[in-house]
């Protein structure tokens, strides 16, 4: 069956550090992926989306690229803060609409 | 509502004990889904709704687990005889379209701690 696979946390680094969480997947077709935020104490959030090869998505100074010759899709941010400290999932969507996620990684960000 | 509610937010139950957890979509969202994350995994997909039909529930995980939404909006997820190994946040999402792919808007949760 399909399945995502992303880094292994916690991930920790300091104010202003590049970000990078490495997301690969396993499907059939393509789906779209999605990469979903989770702050503490509150739901999970949509952060950004691709649906097709090469589409870039992008939020709050997030970036992810659907790279379908690696089946990638890895989170980046040039200059993290300490508001971004928060559990990052990466999701793909199977036909059906269903949510397949990764692990989740913890991103913890010092001042 | 502004969001996904779920009730209760969170729930103790004894093994062996029914439980039943509640999920309110956004008004007018016609998919809604049933996820379980247990600590430290990602959120697992349990069901998945178009109005009041359940179109997949390949993820429950026994007969124990069953799930209903009978006037399309309001969801209950049941949990019969409960175990041990029930224990996780249980998600709620909803989303407008059925047809076509949209955003999942997920609730804050219900975490079920089955002692």
């Known amino acids: 069956g399909n399945s995502v696979t992303q880094m292994e946390g916690p991930v920790t680094l300091s104010e202003e550090a590049f970000l990078t969480i490495n997301c690969t997947y396993t499907?059939?077709?393509?789906?779209?992926l999605f990469w979903y935020v989770q702050y503490p104490g509150e739901g999970l959030q949509l952060l950004l989306k691709?649906?097709?090869?090469?589409d870039k998505g992008s939020n709050k100074g997030f970036e992810a690229t659907y790279r379908k010759e690696t089946t990638s899709f890895h989170l980046e941010k040039g200059s993290v803060q300490v508001s971004d400290s928060a559990v990052y999932f990466c999701?793909?969507?199977?036909?059906?609409?269903?949510?397949?996620f990764g692990a989740g990684t913890i991103l913890r960000v010092k001042s | 509502g502004a969001g996904v509610s779920q009730s209760p937010r969170y729930k103790v139950a004894k093994r062996g004990q029914d439980v039943a957890l509640r999920c309110d979509p956004i008004?007018?969202?016609?998919?809604l889904f049933w996820y379980q994350q247990a600590l430290g995994q990602g959120p697992e997909f349990l069901t998945y709704?178009?109005?009041?039909?359940?179109?997949?529930k390949s993820g429950l995980p026994s007969d124990r687990f069953f799930a209903e939404r009978p006037e399309g909006s309001v969801s209950t997820l049941k949990i019969q005889r409960t175990q041990q190994e029930d224990s996780a946040v249980y998600l709620c999402?909803?989303?407008?379209?059925?047809?076509?792919?949209?955003?999942?808007?997920f609730g804050p949760g219900t975490r079920l701690t089955v002692l």
């Open positions: 709704f178009q109005n009041e039909a359940q179109l997949d």
């Open positions: 999402a909803s989303s407008f379209a059925g047809t076509s792919p949209n955003e999942q808007f």
């Open positions: 691709a649906t097709k090869a090469d």
């Open positions: 008004s007018g969202h016609v998919s």
């Open positions: 499907a059939t077709g393509y789906p779209s």
């Open positions: 999701a793909l969507r199977e036909y059906g609409n269903k949510l397949v």
